[in-house]
């Protein structure tokens, strides 16, 4: 019934820059918890980045932290990834994850599992 389309992805060489979207149908975005994971072949799906309701919180891997920012926009019902200064290593599908859940300790948003809703991926490219 949630659906979560993800856009923005693309090829960009080191050190470059781009901004990831994720649409979220319904009018109830700003009940949801979101989540940035990515998926390199033959990798676990591993968390990104996480934000809040409000988005006055934010939680990110070591990996992106400085690098990436999660952001949302509950007006527009639009979940986005600011990457900058982006690395090979970043290359990936990226997935926007959605919960209604309400989390217990800190570390249940950086995990999958925690959601419950997930875009269809885009996949990010960074040529060395």
């Known amino acids: 019934q949630v659906q979560l389309v993800e856009s923005g992805g693309g090829l960009v060489q080191a050190g470059g820059s781009l901004r990831l979207s994720c649409a979220v149908s319904?009018?109830?975005?700003?009940?949801?918890?979101m989540g940035w994971f990515r998926q390199a072949p033959g990798n676990e799906r591993e968390f990104v980045a996480a934000i809040n309701r409000s988005g006055g919180s934010t939680y990110y891997a070591d990996s992106v932290k400085g690098r990436l920012t999660i952001s949302r926009d509950n007006a527009k019902n639009t979940l986005y990834l600011q990457m900058n200064s982006l690395k090979p290593e970043d290359t990936a599908v990226y997935y926007c994850?959605?919960?209604?859940?309400?989390?217990?300790?800190?570390?249940?948003?950086?995990?999958?599992?925690?959601?419950?809703?997930w875009g269809q991926g885009t996949q990010v490219t960074v040529s060395s």
């Open positions: 319904g009018r109830t975005f700003s009940s949801y918890v």
């Open positions: 994850a959605a919960t209604l859940r309400r989390s217990s300790s800190y570390y249940e948003p950086l995990g999958a599992k925690f959601y419950d809703y």
